[in-house]
């Protein structure tokens, strides 16, 4: 299974709290805005990490922090555009490079134990980043954000489950369909149209009736996408409801309390070795701490939409690396279709502007 620090975020996807940071060079791109991003709603607490949304109050003093000084995004200095580009690149590496070393984990824990120890890891690192107030969340606020605790285990069970059937590139180019659709739905303009027809005929080519086709593998993908795309709607309503990030953090500590009687049964039905926990916690480091704030850093650096452009790689970033990591091979229809996937994603978002 990632939030800019702008101060002109829609009061929609407000907290209701009264945060107020300077703007960015993210942010006062326009056209660039986070809502146009596939996927940036995706990643916990993106909507209502502290200080992301804006709120009545003045402005602090650009001139007391340099780094809150307004530039224009075609004059960034090289050395912030680098780190931004790098940071990408290691955060789209580290997610994927977690799932395939999940996997060797698989023969002795299962994805679901695998799963298990990585939403405990997520939960460790949303708690502390979030730190939810528990008792003061009414249960008006606890419905979305219990909703998001049982979407957010099953997205990375059906994940996990998907890659040990169809393997890595597969399975994330099938649930990044999610964001995708997220995406192409909002919109009424014809690429757009375009573009899911693209998305669309790949998805075809890729599910096409063959003997070596394992359709429960390829319909786990798709579950994940359709998971993805209703994480992305119940991090909004619960970024409306809970202040700060203490709702994703609260969902991420709960579908870990849901999968700890998990963890039990799997240890006790088949001990785990001492080299499956540590595939199973490096998993969970790598695909979600290590993503989740290098995306904070990321995207105080470069613009929302190039931030986008680059999500678009990951489905080849997975291949490549179960390619190279795995030893999954891909056949050229199978590389044409994830590469007709990643294409509409990025004609969606460089005709965007437009």
């Given at each position: ?28 791109d326009?056209?660039?805005?986070l ?38 995004p ?104 999610g ?42 993908g ?30 991420a ?17 088949q ?8 595939y ?7 695909s ?6 290098a ?6 650096r ?53």
């Open positions: 299974m990632r939030p800019a620090p702008a101060s002109r975020i829609a009061a929609a996807r407000s907290t209701g709290t009264a945060h107020r940071i300077p703007s960015t060079p993210a942010d006062s326009p056209g660039s805005g809502d146009s991003v596939p996927g940036l709603d995706s990643v916990p607490g993106l909507d209502s990490v502290p200080g992301l949304d804006s709120g009545p109050g003045p402005s602090p003093d650009p001139a007391s922090d340099p780094d809150q000084q307004p530039t224009d075609g004059h960034q200095p090289t050395a912030r555009r680098f780190a931004g580009v790098a940071t990408m690149i290691g955060s789209g590496l580290s997610n994927q490079t977690g799932a395939a070393i999940g996997s060797h984990a698989f023969p002795v824990l299962g994805p679901i134990g695998v799963v298990a120890v990585r939403q405990y890891v997520a939960a460790i690192v949303l708690l502390a980043v979030g730190r939810p107030r528990l008792r003061s969340i009414t249960w008006w606020q606890w419905r979305p954000v219990v909703a998001l605790a049982v979407v957010f285990g099953t997205m990375n069970l059906s994940l996990y489950t998907a890659i040990d059937r169809i393997g890595l590139g597969l399975a994330v180019t099938l649930e990044f369909l964001p995708l659709c997220i995406a192409l739905a909002a919109s009424r303009r014809r690429a757009d149209a375009c573009c899911a027809l693209v998305a669309a005929a790949a998805v075809v080519t890729l599910m096409r009736p063959r003997p070596s086709a394992d359709y429960l593998g390829m319909g786990l798709l579950l994940a996408a359709v998971c993805w795309a209703s994480y992305i709607l119940l991090n909004r309503t619960v970024g409306r409801r809970v202040p700060g990030a203490q709702g994703s953090a609260a969902a500590g709960l579908s870990a309390l849901m999968f700890l009687p998990v963890g039990i049964a799997v240890a006790v039905h001990p785990p070795t001492a080299s499956a926990v540590a199973a916690v490096t998993a969970g480091v790598l979600s701490a290590v993503p989740y704030l995306d904070l850093f990321t995207l105080r470069v613009p929302a939409q190039a931030f986008g452009l680059f999500m678009s790689v990951n489905p080849v970033l997975a291949a490549l690396v179960g390619w190279v990591g795995l030893g999954q091979n891909l056949g050229w229809t199978e590389w044409t279709s994830i590469g007709a996937i990643v294409a509409a994603n990025t004609l969606s978002i460089l005709t965007r502007r437009g």
